[in-house]
């Protein structure tokens, strides 16, 4: 049977981009979206009718993105974005989603992203706890869509070699409160929004050197190749949080690994980016 | 003594950062939780299963130690802190 895959299309405009590429932000939220056109399109699933009627939820535990080709908002007047491939995996726990963006028949960026699935209590604050795929839900999938398999998480390897052959540059740290604008519906922080704190984090690094021996402001000039994120624990309104900047250099490129630790939550780790240019 | 509903729990006492609670008769987390709801009914369904047992969802700290409801507060709760905390990971 033919991969059940959907594509939507979008006008190219200013908002969507950087002066060299797509934000990643831009991306990850049309992502979600064309996800959700999928669900309805295959499912016959909404976002809120997972809810109502699977009592089912998600949250983001992992994602990368990657600039295939360079793309800029002069390059064309409309893009795509599809969903290529819907994978239930690891033991029904796991979503994975994969995206490619095309423009002028070209994939110019990639974005996976694996969604751990909650089990929802019924209650009005969405309480919930990890869980699987409720019976009556993964009936909507075919069997080449269930794949149990743990997902892979590309990001620890990532990590483990900057440690291990990288030269450390420059270390920073950059607090913050975490503002409802950042929020989804459950005022827990939106999965998007993890690069633009991690960017933000990279900007004041690069703000605050006196001397850039390292060079680092020269990535304000450059595009980014790879976004690696990992998700950690939740993260809400009005907590204050801490994203713990290190800058590597590694075979001649830059790379930026971002520790966000929840400081309210006991500075309990809540995520991790490397951004890759 | 105080109690710090996170997140999701915020909305339901009108986003108050931090919630004063009398001590008295107060002995372990899970009598301060009891009282809470007292005064906040419509948490009762969210911060407690059917069997009147926090539910899984939910994290209790004391102090900034992770506990269960079964631990024992100060006399009369003076100086404790208590945290409610969503247990789910990711984002």
């Known amino acids: 049977m033919q991969a059940r895959t959907i594509k939507v299309s979008h006008p190219v405009e200013s908002m969507l981009f950087g002066p060299f590429q797509f934000h990643a932000h831009s991306l990850m939220l049309l992502s979600f979206s064309s996800m959700w056109s999928w669900g309805s399109t295959y499912l016959s699933v909404s976002f809120p009718g ?3 009627e699977y009592h089912q939820g998600m949250v983001a535990v992992g994602a990368e993105v990657e600039y295939v080709e360079p793309f800029e908002m002069f390059s064309a007047d409309e893009f795509s974005v599809s969903v ?3 994978k239930v995996r690891q033991g029904n726990s796991v979503f994975q989603v994969l995206h490619l963006i095309r423009a002028q028949g070209i994939v110019v960026a990639r974005v996976k992203v694996r969604w751990k699935l909650l089990e929802l209590d019924g209650d009005e604050a969405l309480s919930a706890t990890p869980g699987v795929i409720r019976p009556a839900f993964l009936q909507k999938f075919l069997p080449e869509e269930v794949d149990p398999s743990r997902v892979e998480r590309p990001l620890l390897a990532q990590l483990e070699n900057l440690k291990e052959h990288g030269q450390l540059c420059a270390e920073f740290e950059h607090d913050f409160t975490l503002f409802r604008h950042r929020c989804e519906v459950a005022d827990q922080w939106a999965f998007f ?9 990279r900007e004041s690094l690069i703000d605050s050197l006196q001397e850039d021996p390292g060079e680092l402001a020269s990535s304000l000039g450059l595009a980014l190749n790879n976004i690696y994120m990992e998700w950690r624990c939740p993260f809400y309104l009005l907590e204050k949080g801490r994203v713990k900047t290190q800058a590597y250099r590694l075979q001649d ?7 966000v630790f929840n400081l309210t939550r006991a500075n309990t780790l809540a995520a991790i980016v490397i951004e890759a240019f | 003594m105080k109690i710090k509903l996170s997140g999701n729990l915020a909305r339901f006492v009108n986003y108050k950062k931090e919630l004063q609670l009398e001590g008295d008769g107060i002995q372990t987390v899970g009598d301060a939780l009891h009282a809470l709801v007292v ?4 948490l009762k369904d969210i911060i407690f299963d ?10 209790i700290s004391l102090n900034g130690e992770k506990v269960d409801a079964a631990a024992q507060v100060s006399k009369g709760g003076e100086g404790d802190c208590i945290d409610i905390f969503t247990a789910i990971a990711g984002g």
């Open chain 1, 50 to 52: 997972m809810i109502k």
């Open chain 1, 84 to 86: 290529d491939e819907f």
């Open chain 2, 39 to 42: 005064s906040y009914p419509v």
């Open chain 2, 50 to 59: 059917k069997d009147r047992n926090v539910k899984k969802g939910y994290l």
């Open chain 1, 253 to 259: 490129k830059l790379y930026f690994a971002h520790h």
């Open chain 1, 193 to 201: 929004e993890l690069p633009t704190l991690a960017s933000e984090s």
